[in-house]
């Protein structure tokens, strides 16, 4: 049977190429494009499933990656100051957490607990101070009492760290919704919220130094703050 002879131009050659061919060549390109489909398809749906992921997985990484940050911040003082109070992981990852919760429980800067913590105590839980301050964050019985009234907590323990954080930092918060700035903040804290600016003692203003020294290191390290 003669078949009848068609000539294309493919990559600049001449190809001879029967009726035949020609149906062949279709079902191919009709099978390519079918394939294409598909895998559009499929790249559609990895991509709602990466979005569905990103909604999720970035919390858990964002919370992780604090973590590790507050830990190495505290890590890096514990060895400058010589003595590590905070001597087991327990107590290492319960104060690390502390921090970041109430953090974000009573939007405070994690720099300004942390600062207030090295200066206050050198994150020593079982601190006391000649006027009875207690705990990581030296809270005075009057300022301890407060907080245990206000956030409704049962049997506040000045030595546990989540109970002295959370104390601290909700006194931190109080001090800020009063000042709107780090300075007076600091201040309110050693020398109580009715300090006179203008009357400010040795030992405040010596402490303010202090906390600006240790909050400017901290802030470097903190850098989503």
Do not use: H
Request: with cysteine; charged share 25%; hydrophobic share 35%.
């Amino acid at each position: 049977m003669k078949l009848r002879i068609l000539f294309m131009v493919i990559f600049g050659g001449v190809v001879p190429i029967t009726y035949y061919k020609i149906e062949v060549l279709f079902e191919k390109l009709q099978q390519q494009q079918e394939e294409n489909k598909q895998i559009s398809e499929q790249l559609n749906n990895y991509k709602n499933y990466i979005s569905y992921l990103d909604a999720y997985i970035p919390k858990t990484y964002t919370r992780t990656a604090k973590l590790n940050t507050i830990k190495n911040i505290i890590k890096k003082n514990i060895k400058e100051i010589g003595t590590n109070y905070l001597d087991s992981d327990e107590d290492f990852n319960i104060y690390a957490n502390a921090v970041l919760d109430n953090s974000e429980k009573f939007d405070v800067p994690m720099y300004l607990i942390l600062s207030i913590t090295r200066q206050e105590s050198a994150y020593n839980k079982n601190a006391i101070s000649e006027t009875g301050a207690s705990g990581l964050m030296q809270l005075v019985g009057s300022t301890a009492s407060r907080c245990q009234k206000i956030l409704k907590i049962k049997d506040y323990d000045p030595f546990d760290i989540k109970d002295n954080v959370r104390c601290g930092s909700w006194y931190l918060s109080f001090l800020k919704k009063q000042f709107n700035n780090d300075n007076d903040i600091i201040k309110g804290y050693n020398a109580g919220e009715n300090f006179d600016p203008n009357r400010l003692s040795a030992e405040t203003t010596n402490y303010l130094v202090k906390v600006n020294e240790f909050k400017k290191k901290f802030k470097q390290d903190i850098s989503w703050e």
